[in-house]
């Protein structure tokens, strides 16, 4: 259970009461709807990478799993797994993400990846030669991508750490991201 009470919907202005009912109904929405300032800003820039990004969807996906195994938290990795198999990774791929082990299936480029996730997260920053490695894998917007998809699912993890959210109890159906697209679209029609 969460540190706190997700806000009750009848509490939100009627422009985020409406914003959340058109999410996937994920409780680190369920939160961020809390903060009435940061609520869509923080849900239209998961809508820009998710949505609009130009990063391979199963790289972002290795990197927000890998960020999510390495600081520990369950919600990340429960709700990507399932956006993982959706957009058709084998669980032999993911758990391979998930773990310290040699990775056999993970492409040079998908464990060149992984690297990075590493060494940002556990030292800060990319070494020169695994960043200039990932550069010529990616083009800048691709690289600059990667790296604010790593920032934002470490502040993920922090939130979700800091309030205890735990994974919803009944799992969305699919991934989420068309239903994030339609409201963050909907929100520049209004």
Same mark, same amino acid.
């Given at each position: 259970?969460?540190?706190?009470?997700?806000?009750?919907?009848?509490?939100?202005?009627?422009?985020?009461?409406?914003? /959340?009912?058109?999410?996937?109904?994920?409780?680190?929405? =369920?939160?961020?709807? $809390?903060? +009435?300032?940061?609520?869509? +800003?923080?849900?239209?820039?998961?809508?820009?990478?998710?949505?609009?990004?130009?990063?391979?969807?199963? /790289? =972002?996906?290795?990197?927000?799993?890998?960020?999510?195994?390495? /600081?520990?938290?369950?919600?990340?990795?429960?709700?990507?797994?399932?956006?993982?198999?959706?957009? $058709?990774? *084998? *669980?032999?791929?993911?758990?391979?993400?998930?773990? #310290?082990?040699?990775?056999?299936?993970?492409? +040079?480029?998908?464990?060149?990846?992984? =690297?990075?996730?590493?060494?940002?997260?556990?030292?800060?920053?990319?070494?020169? *030669?695994?960043?200039?490695?990932?550069?010529?894998?990616?083009?800048?917007?691709?690289?600059?991508?990667?790296?604010?998809?790593?920032?934002?699912?470490?502040?993920?993890?922090?939130?979700?750490?800091?309030?205890?959210?735990?994974?919803? *109890?009944? +799992?969305?159906?699919?991934? $989420?991201?068309? #239903?994030?697209?339609?409201?963050?679209?909907? /929100? =520049?029609? #209004?």
């Amino acid at each position: 259970m969460a540190r706190i009470p997700y806000p009750d919907p009848a509490s939100l202005s009627e422009d985020n009461r409406r914003f /959340l009912a058109s999410l996937p109904q994920l409780n680190i929405s =369920r939160l961020l709807a $809390g903060s +009435p300032c940061m609520f869509q +800003p923080l849900t239209q820039v998961f809508n820009a990478y998710l949505n609009h990004g130009e990063l391979d969807p199963e /790289l =972002r996906e290795i990197a927000i799993l890998r960020v999510g195994y390495l /600081l520990d938290s369950d919600y990340e990795v429960v709700n990507h797994k399932r956006t993982a198999r959706v957009i $058709g990774m *084998d *669980d032999e791929r993911v758990s391979e993400v998930l773990s #310290d082990d040699e990775a056999h299936q993970l492409t +040079p480029d998908e464990q060149l990846v992984v =690297r990075f996730v590493d060494e940002v997260i556990k030292e800060g920053a990319a070494r020169e *030669d695994t960043f200039r490695a990932v550069e010529k894998l990616m083009t800048v917007a691709q690289l600059i991508e990667l790296s604010v998809v790593i920032g934002v699912y470490t502040m993920v993890a922090q939130i979700c750490a800091t309030f205890e959210i735990e994974p919803e *109890d009944v +799992p969305i159906a699919d991934t $989420g991201l068309e #239903d994030i697209f339609q409201a963050v679209n909907k /929100l =520049r029609d #209004d």
